[in-house]
């Protein structure tokens, strides 16, 4: 088992940029989830989707970040346009019920916006 | 809402010495606590859990009780290794019907480095 994949490891962009984080959960999880790290807010909760259908999304900052999952085995999440504030740990986790239980996350993509 | 408070790190301990990282919790349900642990440049991997009041959770060698009565849910190892070293997390889901047990609460982590 490969586990989550994410990528990229590290992303370095200029202010303004469109960004593409890219995961593939776990085959057979049907649970996802988007979390950002960052010192000040450790561990956030960006969105949360269950048999690819977003279930909460209310974690998302703004109009700016956006998320999909056209499919079982792919999830993205975007930011456009980005901004030195989104500097940040943005892990993607996967689960086989409902996330109470265990996740599993992948290694996360380092984003520095400059 | 809920939220966990874990102990402010760093915490740098000798090899053999003993652990506690304290964490406490606020949840107006029943939740279910968890410790996560994250190796440096990796993602988080759970540690142990409890899901009722007086529940321990072990594994590799740390221990945490739920102690209903005090909100707390303290990670212990009696003789800390080299590779120990990591960031812990402390964590609750809760439970309420209707709620959104899905969604992990984190604590802001507590870096443990340990000496040789």
């Known amino acids: 088992d490969a586990g989550v994949i994410q990528s990229p490891r590290h992303e370095v962009t200029e202010m303004g940029q469109e960004v593409t984080l890219r995961c593939k959960p776990i085959s057979g999880h049907n649970s996802l989830f988007w979390y950002r790290q960052t010192m000040m807010r450790g561990l956030e909760l960006l969105i949360y989707?269950?048999?690819?259908?977003?279930?909460?999304d209310s974690g998302m900052p703004e109009d700016r970040f956006s998320a999909k999952m056209p499919n079982a085995s792919f999830s993205t999440l975007k930011i456009q346009p980005s901004e030195p504030r989104d500097s940040a740990v943005y892990f993607c986790a996967s689960s086989t019920g409902t996330g109470r239980e265990k996740l599993f996350f992948g290694s996360g993509t380092q984003l520095s916006v400059l | 809402g809920n939220s966990v408070t874990q102990m402010e790190g760093p915490v740098t301990l000798s090899e053999e010495a003993f652990l506690t990282i304290n964490c406490t919790y606020t949840?107006?349900?029943?939740?279910?606590l968890f410790w996560y642990v994250q190796y440096p440049g990796e993602g988080l991997q759970l540690l142990l859990k409890a899901t009722k009041a007086d529940d321990k959770g072990s594994n590799k060698g740390f221990e945490a009780t739920y102690r209903k009565e005090t909100t707390s849910f303290h990670l212990e190892k009696g003789s800390v290794q080299v590779s120990d070293s990591a960031v812990y997390f402390c964590?609750?889901?809760?439970?309420?019907?209707?709620?959104?047990?899905?969604?992990?609460?984190f604590g802001k982590g507590t870096l443990l480095t340990v000496n040789p």
């Open positions: 964590a609750l889901s809760d439970h309420r019907s209707g709620g959104s047990n899905y969604k992990l609460t």
């Open positions: 989707f269950n048999n690819n259908v977003p279930i909460d």
């Open positions: 949840a107006t349900g029943y939740p279910s």
